[in-house]
C-alpha cells in the first residue's frame, strides 16, 4: 500500500462525529476504521464493516486483523466496496409480527428482500410520529398469521442515507407505502401518495397480494382486527374512537368536545 494509501490516527474524543458519514455511529465503536478517497468533507467514504465481531474481538488478533485490513484497502482501490453512508443500527433482533427496520447498512436484504414486503418509508421528526408507529406496529401484529409470506417494515429516513430508489426529501415529514414482491419491482401506494390511513394501506396490500397464491387477504377483515388491536394496544397518551386516533384531551373538555360536535337546532 506504500504510494497509494496515506494512514491518520484520530482520537475518537475529538472526532467521533465522523463515524455518521461512514455509517458506523450506531452503535459508536472503537476502533473503528474507514477510508475516505481525500480529505474534503464531501469525500466518498468506506467502512470496514466488522460483522459479526467485536471491535475488541476484531483487534485483540493482530495477524486476523491484519489480514482482513489489507485485504479491506485492496479491495477499497479495486473498487469493489460499496460506499459508505450514515446509517441506523441492524434490526438484529427481528421476529416475527414486528415492523423489520430496515437501514441503509441492510439496504440490499430490503432490495432483495426473502419475503413480500409492505415497506414504510417516513422521517422519525413527521407529526405525531408516535401514534403512527403504534399504527403500524399493530399492523405488523395483524399480519403475523401471514409472516411467512409477507412481512411489514419501515425504512426511516431521517437517520439513514436516502437512496434514489425513494425519491423525496430526507427530512420529509410525510409517510409513503411501497410493496416489494421477492424478485419483483417495488410498487408505490400512489392514492394517497402521503400519508396514507391504515385502511388505504390494508386496501393497496391486498390488490398487490393478489399475485401470490399463498396470501389470501381481506381488507374489510384485517381492518376490523387493526381497529381491535388498536383499542388493546393504544399510543400512549391517546385514545381510539371508530378507527381515528386523537390527542389525548385535558380532564373536564371532553364535554366541551360534545357539546361542540352534537347537532343543532336551527335558529
Not at 422519525?124 to 403504534?134: A, I
Request: charge should be negative.
Amino acid at each position: 500500500l506504500l504510494g497509494r494509501m496515506a494512514f491518520v490516527k484520530q482520537k475518537k474524543s475529538m472526532y467521533s462525529y465522523e463515524l455518521r458519514d461512514y455509517g458506523l455511529a450506531h452503535p459508536e465503536e472503537f476502533p473503528a476504521f474507514g477510508i475516505a478517497e481525500n480529505i474534503s468533507w464531501n469525500a466518498r467514504k468506506f467502512a470496514l464493516d466488522l460483522a459479526a465481531s467485536t471491535p475488541k474481538e476484531f483487534w485483540s488478533d493482530p495477524s486476523l486483523s491484519r489480514a482482513k485490513l489489507l485485504e479491506f484497502c485492496e479491495s477499497v482501490l479495486a473498487g469493489n466496496i460499496p460506499e459508505a453512508h450514515e446509517s441506523g443500527m441492524i434490526h438484529s433482533n427481528w421476529t416475527k409480527g414486528e415492523v423489520k427496520r430496515f437501514v441503509w447498512r441492510s439496504f440490499q436484504e430490503l432490495k432483495s428482500p426473502q419475503t413480500n414486503l409492505l415497506l414504510e418509508i417516513y422521517g422519525r421528526y413527521r407529526t405525531n410520529h408516535e401514534v403512527k408507529s403504534k399504527e403500524v406496529e399493530n399492523l405488523a401484529q395483524v399480519l403475523q398469521p401471514y409472516a411467512e409470506h409477507v412481512t411489514v417494515a419501515g425504512y426511516d429516513t431521517a437517520d439513514n442515507y436516502l437512496p434514489a430508489e425513494f425519491p423525496r426529501e430526507k427530512y420529509a415529514s410525510h409517510s409513503e407505502w411501497y410493496w416489494i414482491p421477492v424478485g419483483g419491482s417495488a410498487t408505490k401506494l400512489s392514492k394517497p401518495k402521503k400519508d396514507a390511513s391504515v385502511k388505504k394501506v390494508l386496501q393497496f396490500l391486498t390488490s398487490q397480494a393478489a399475485q401470490v397464491p399463498e396470501l389470501k387477504l381481506s381488507s374489510p377483515e384485517l381492518f376490523a382486527k387493526w381497529e381491535a388491536a388498536m383499542k388493546e394496544n393504544p399510543p400512549a397518551g391517546g385514545s381510539e374512537d371508530d378507527g381515528i386516533i386523537r390527542d389525548a384531551l385535558p380532564a373536564g373538555l371532553e364535554d366541551l368536545e360534545a357539546a361542540a360536535s352534537s347537532p343543532k337546532d336551527d335558529l
